[in-house]
């Protein structure tokens, strides 16, 4: 087969941020898929974002996509729980699979999507549907299928988080919202995500998944975060908690709890220290015991990341002609890449250099980095070690080529004042 | 298909681990499933655990399994790199998978065993391999699928992370070991956790399926943490830092950097955080950006988890007839389990009581209390609010039902000096 067909209702967003990725990915998803994915039709009224469309036939009328036969997967990203709901039972009548990012239409119509899909034996795929990117739904439906799940805790909207991050810092909900709205983080009209709604259509999905119970949403008790105080969040620090505004589903014996609302965690744990727009998703499982899942809960590029991989999920199995193979180490074709010998990575370190207490020494070492070019980030002395009787001088580099440090670090232990081996340790920022 | 038979080599560790799990969840399985899994046929010289088999054949040879014809799936829990392999070998030659934990096995001969498994048109699953429980062979397979994996950075060693932990309270490696030696974390020859062996054969794994590259141990650089000194910890501290013995597999323009070392990271990334002997995988992708997996690296129930979740993607394939189908909300029936109504949620609280400043209000907010029988945690008094003129009581509660603690509140607002309404916060402590 030449490609993988794909069809595209809507280019707001997430639908401008799918075709990026399907087009700036193109080569890694095909060497994965064993084919490419090409998007082939696009239905949208407007490209208001200016997405790059090149020669991609685009429709105004997004039903046009549903006659198109060439298409083999159809992708729903206009929003709403009217037109999307009609498009896509519509899309699942011709007997393909959709996918979505619409949590709003998978919470409240799910369970009549999810019946219909199954009567034309086809699919409905929902990742992008919660948490964004983080491939939470495939975790629970998949990664942690061994488990009977007792709780999840989900920071699963990142408005409510970046504006508790915020009030911990002294200031009120109302100063904090303009803010968010002003960065984009929240919306005109910002009800949805304060008040605990969007949490909630969320939480449904999660809980269906991870306990395998219906859609659910009416049953979720909601409460937002609009009334909290600074002085609350500062109360709960002294006691050593952080207030986050939770989605909780929890399996007990008389049933199951399903509530999103402000919620007091320690501050020992993980989840609270997941701060700003970022989700994170804990899970319980009774044989792993807990699990963390974090990332961007929302963004173009992220969550068309999560719809991009039900796409790739269909495409696996709409090549294999119905069987599904997933290549072993990933890709069906392994590039030859070079592995790099450690002498040609290019890091920052932290050097330990022990030397007499001499005037000039700091000098003298600073003198042999700047010979090789080495810049340094920051410096500090130690006092002198009461064993060795050698003062520490502490140096954070910037990034430099191993075998250029391997060469001063050597021309440092030769100096006089050197009383022991230069202690090396590499840094990494993780910040790109 | 009345049940799909699973023999299981090795009953150490995790072998025991998983069939407690397929036997413990076997209810929850079957539901995710459509079929029963069951734990037909073990080999094992001795079960020196005291695992539960009932009526499980048992074989003392491990070959007997491979020729039970009955048998769907072959795991793999024996460990080590010589009798494994040939075992895998075999198994795989009767076209059948075949699931492992064995990140030696997978490192080091990977490539033989996927070449195999192609041959024979079967599969190898390694999900347990790397990591534990936290299903991230899954997530970098198919979840980040839409992602060019940029780098990773994984804790991937629970007893060198347990080490690094502890001598940053100030003690030295060698003290550490020796506690780490008695807790279970870490062997009698602790070589292969503390100078990065284990870490290399993991980091191997994932490299290859994030990259798409062979399988390529031997070009791992791989520097231990036995060498450091709780000085440098302290003063990585002081600049900002942690250290953790990370993996880190990157992205370059000039080839694929793998080295796994003791590494500074800033503390105030996620990843900085992780402490103990839980493991957690960062991944950058060029569409999400960053991300972090975090749960159990190991231990008996934790590794299963990850063994039985592969034995369950390939018993879906196996009663599907090859076909890949999962059930759109995960489970092939879907339980009408009740959702509690929010009054008979138990939860503990954080309560504010704003009251005017008088003697014995806080014994008569604290009577009010006790008349439900609400038991509480810690009390603290603030000071008179410079507007409201109003002191205010925080209450830290444990767990009560909510419909109480409602009526409890009313009465507390009825009381004289309550000058505002109770403020209510719910508390989570996830830690069971």
């Known amino acids: 087969m030449r490609s993988v067909k794909v069809g595209i209702a809507g280019l707001g967003t997430v639908g401008s941020g799918t075709v990026k990725v399907l087009c700036e990915n193109a080569a890694e998803i095909a060497r994965r898929v064993g084919c490419p994915i090409e998007v082939a039709h696009i239905g949208a009224r407007s490209n208001r974002l200016g997405c790059e469309t090149g020669q991609i036939k685009i429709s105004q009328d997004i039903f046009d996509l549903l006659q198109n036969q060439d298409l083999n997967i159809f992708v729903e990203l206009i929003g709403g729980t009217t037109t999307a709901r009609e498009w896509v039972l519509a899309a699942l009548a011709t007997g393909k699979p959709v996918v979505t990012a619409n949590k709003a239409l998978i919470a409240e119509h799910g369970s009549e999507l999810l019946a219909k899909a199954k009567t034309h034996k086809t699919y409905v795929l929902f990742e992008a549907a919660v948490a964004g990117g983080i491939p939470i739904i495939k975790t629970l439906r998949e990664g942690l299928a061994a488990n009977k799940i007792e709780w999840i805790a989900g920071i699963i909207n990142g408005t409510g988080n970046f504006i508790l991050s915020e009030m911990l810092k002294d200031r009120e909900f109302s100063e904090v919202l303009i803010e968010a709205q002003s960065l984009g983080y929240a919306e005109a009209d910002p009800t949805f995500d304060v008040e605990g709604t969007d949490a909630a259509h969320k939480l449904t999905i999660l809980a269906a998944i991870a306990f395998g119970m219906p859609l659910s949403f009416d049953k979720v008790y909601t409460e937002g975060i609009s009334r909290l105080s600074s002085l609350d969040l500062l109360y709960a620090d002294t ?46 499982g009774n044989a792993l015991g807990p699990s963390l899942y974090y990332g961007a809960g929302a963004g173009s590029l992220a969550t068309a990341s999560a719809v991009v991989a039900d796409i790739v999920d269909l495409a696996r199995a709409v090549v294999s002609k119905g069987a599904y193979r997933i290549p072993f180490l990933a890709y069906e074709h392994l590039s030859d890449v070079p592995v790099l010998p450690i002498t040609r990575v290019r890091s920052a370190y932290y050097l330990r250099v022990q030397v007499q207490e001499q005037p000039g020494v700091l000098a003298h070492v600073a003198q042999v980095l700047s010979g090789f070019e080495i810049s340094i980030e920051a410096i500090l002395q130690k006092s002198v070690h009461s064993q060795t009787g050698l003062v520490s001088i502490i140096i954070l580099t910037q990034p430099v080529l191993e075998s250029d440090l391997n060469e001063a670090i050597r021309k440092i232990e030769a100096l006089a004042e050197t009383g022991a081996p230069v202690i090396r340790i590499r840094v990494e920022t993780l910040s790109e």
Chains 1, 2 share one sequence.
Not at 246 to 263: D, I, N, Q, S
């Open 239 to 284: 006691l050593g908690f952080r207030i986050k505004h939770l989605g909780l589903a929890c399996r007990t014996a008389e049933g199951v709890e399903l509530r999103v609302h402000p919620t007091l965690i320690p501050k020992k744990n993980l989840l609270a220290k997941v701060d700003g727009v970022m989700n994170a998703v804990m899970v319980k």
